[in-house]
């Protein structure tokens, strides 16, 4: 058991690495919903929807891998603090858009931020987290996030519906909790793993002493001094650990970025009249699974959580193809299921970056995943109103549904069960930490 103190520490360092999801959350929630008004006020083209929905998905792809890099390069202190002040300045920013290409560029460099932050948190909390309680540690910032999406989404809702507010004002919110946990993390200590990487044997010791567990502890003094490579990711040694990160990811995330960001269009599309009440659902059941996810994740493991939700995922989608001209209940109950299923899986997005990388390149592991599953992120969020013109709705969500199986496939393959190992073993070459 941790004492008082350093139960104290880790739940705090989980609390505002969690803040960071949730801002992430938060920005992404909010733009569905305003784009109806943000629409007509700057005369939006198709494509200019889709750029404004995917400028913060573009940030992350260029974001989390520099800043994956420069936290193993120079630490995870530094980094950690000001990835938030760039988010704190554009969520400001955001109240006072003109043009379309403004809200873009604001968006895309916030979405830098964020998509650092990713590469720069969840390695920070991986390290110092005892193994017992990691993955369920980890899996909270996916709660985090769904929480931010979620409560962006219903406040935006309120105040578009109650009191009319400006599209610019329901953006700009995010200034709020930008704000308050950047000063939260003022002063977090630098993690232990990574200073012995780089040779500071004892000032690593001294910090990994005060704020871990003793079985942990010893778990650090067998980290090895490793020089940090970016190239090392795609190593004999690490390729397949590589491939399979960025695969989960991106089987995870395209599809629900996709769905997400228009709910209301696609709902409405299917029959269903309110859509942006029927979208308000949705993310309410996917912050219900991602809950469900934390607190099953070192009960049943990892792959029990990683491999069956992606065929119900793909199983619902397929539902909805095949029936979407049926009762638009039927197709909510569809919709209910998919974003239940699809919380379990992705919950493990926020843990399996973080174990299965050595902490020398866990930063740039973590920050490449996180670029490659928001290539598919954005292209989802860029492609799907002109697929539901072009294509419809059917053949969209069926395209959808193969993408969730690809994920399953390559799950069942190459995702190992991590649970209750420690961070050494976790990080093992892909093959050896499987169970």
């Not at 974001?63 to 938030?84: E, I, Q, S, T």
């Amino acid at each position: 058991m941790l004492d008082p103190q350093k139960k104290r520490f880790l739940y705090k360092l989980t609390a505002v690495i969690s803040g960071g999801m949730f801002i992430d959350g938060f920005i992404l929630g909010g733009i569905g919903l305003v784009m109806p008004t943000m629409t007509e006020d700057l005369g939006l083209s198709l494509t200019w929807q889709g750029l404004i929905g995917a400028s913060a998905l573009i940030g992350i792809f260029l974001g989390g891998p520099l800043g994956g890099y420069l936290a193993d390069k120079v630490g995870r202190k530094p980094m950690f603090v000001v990835d938030l002040a760039i988010f704190l300045v554009g969520s400001a920013a955001q109240f006072f858009v003109a043009e379309a290409w403004h809200l873009f560029v604001i968006r895309l460099l916030m979405g830098m931020a964020i998509g650092a932050d990713y590469a720069i948190g969840w390695p920070l909390l991986a390290e110092f987290s005892p193994a017992r309680l990691r993955g369920k540690l980890l899996a909270a910032q996916e709660v985090a996030w769904y929480i931010g999406y979620l409560g962006s989404y219903a406040l935006g809702y309120f105040m578009a519906s109650t009191i009319d507010a400006d599209w610019r004002i329901i953006l700009g919110m995010s200034t709020v909790p930008s704000l308050i946990v950047f000063l939260l993390r003022l002063g977090t200590p630098e993690s232990p793993r990574w200073l012995i990487s780089k040779g500071r044997v004892d000032e690593g010791m001294a910090i990994a002493r005060e704020y871990m567990e003793d079985g942990d502890i010893r778990d650090v003094e067998s980290e090895k001094r490793q020089p940090t490579s970016f190239r090392r990711l795609f190593s004999r040694e690490y390729r397949k650990s590589t491939i399979f990160i960025c695969m989960f990811w991106f089987c995870n995330v395209t599809p629900y970025f996709a769905i997400a960001t228009f709910a209301p269009i696609v709902l409405e599309s299917l029959g269903v009249e309110d859509g942006l009440s029927g979208a308000l659902l949705l993310n309410g059941v996917v912050v219900a699974g991602a809950v469900a996810a934390m607190f099953l994740i070192e009960r049943v493991g990892r792959r029990l959580l990683a491999i069956p939700p992606m065929w119900t995922s793909a199983v619902a989608l397929v539902a909805i193809g095949l029936l979407a001209d049926v009762s638009p209940l039927v197709i909510l109950v569809c919709f209910v299921t998919f974003s239940f299923a699809n919380a379990l899986s992705t919950a493990l997005t926020g843990v399996y970056p973080g174990e299965i990388f050595p902490t020398e390149i866990r930063g740039a592991g973590v920050g490449f995943a996180t670029a490659f599953s928001r290539i598919g992120a954005a292209a989802g969020t860029f492609i799907l109103p002109i697929s539901v013109n072009g294509l419809g709705v059917g053949a969209t969500m069926l395209i959808a549904a193969g993408i969730c199986v690809v994920g399953a496939v390559i799950s069942h393959y190459l995702a190992p069960e991590t649970k209750g190992l420690s961070l050494n073993e976790t990080s093992a070459p892909l093959g050896k930490a499987a169970g």
